[in-house]
Structures are given as C-alpha cells and as structure tokens.
C-alpha cells in the first residue's frame, strides 16, 4: 500500500512508514511560500494605545479673536489635523518588506477633522488650551489650542 499514510494490519489500521509518507511530501517540493507582512508593528503599537498613557505630543493649533470676543466669550469653528489608522498599509507600518511611504512606517496618519470649540468669556492673550479628540474608530489626539487676542 505504498502511498497511503495508514495500511490495514489485521483489520485496524496503522501508520505507513515513514518512506512512504516522504514521497506523499515530495508532492510539495514545487510549492512556493509567501510571506505576507509582519503584523507585529500593528499589534505593538494596538498594546501601547490600550495600555499605555497618553504620551503622544500633542498636535498643535492656534486660533486669533477680537478683544471683544475674548470678553464676551465666543464659539468658533476649528479644523485639527487628528490621527487615524493609515490607509495605505492598513496601521501595519510597512508594505511588505519596506515602511510605508504615506505613514513613514508609523501606521497612522493625520488628517483634517472639523469642530467647534467654546471660548469662555475673560481669556487673555496667551491662553493654551489641551483637549483630546477622539473621531470612532481612531486612536485619541491631544491637541494644544493657543489662543491670541488682538
């Protein structure tokens, strides 16, 4: 029964030898093995936003406001730049062998996202604002507001 990987021996059935299992794999000799890229710059940086602290540098922005809106107080519209996962590799970091060229290998990026924001009535020249933005299904931003009156 060479070529099977069990024989019949008296009614049951037992394992061929190991010749016979070398020949089933010399079936495979011509296979070629693809190997896709690694995942675990992913799953790392998946571990540092979920158990790690927030230590990323916040994204800076500025907004300039009359004397009397910083008086009064004021809502003002804002576009920040906030990260999301890259769309090119997927927040692999890399397409196959190299890093990725839109994300520099970091496997996010920062894209435009719009909101308002609240100005108390007082502020003062100088103020700085940290608040984090947090679009679903991407990793927080902080973000650094600096507020000028003039």
Excluded: K
Excluded at 39 to 58: G, K, W
């Amino acid at each position: 029964m060479h070529g099977h990987m069990f024989r019949s021996f008296g009614g049951m059935l037992t394992a061929a030898p190991d010749d016979a299992r070398q020949d089933e794999d010399s079936c495979f000799d011509d296979e070629v093995i693809v190997d896709f890229p690694s995942v675990a710059p992913a799953l790392d940086r998946m571990r540092q936003a979920f158990l790690a602290e927030e230590q990323a540098v916040p994204v800076r922005t500025a907004i300039q406001l009359t004397t009397r809106d910083a008086l009064e107080g004021v809502t003002v519209p804002l576009s920040v730049r906030v990260r999301r996962t890259c769309d090119a590799c997927g927040g692999r970091g890399e397409s196959w062998t190299s890093a990725c060229g839109r994300c520099d290998g970091s496997g996010s990026e920062l894209v435009p996202h719009q909101l308002t924001v609240t100005v108390p009535a007082g502020v003062v020249n100088g103020t700085s604002v940290y608040f984090t933005v947090s679009p679903p299904h991407n990793p927080p931003t902080r973000i650094e507001l600096r507020i000028a009156v003039a």
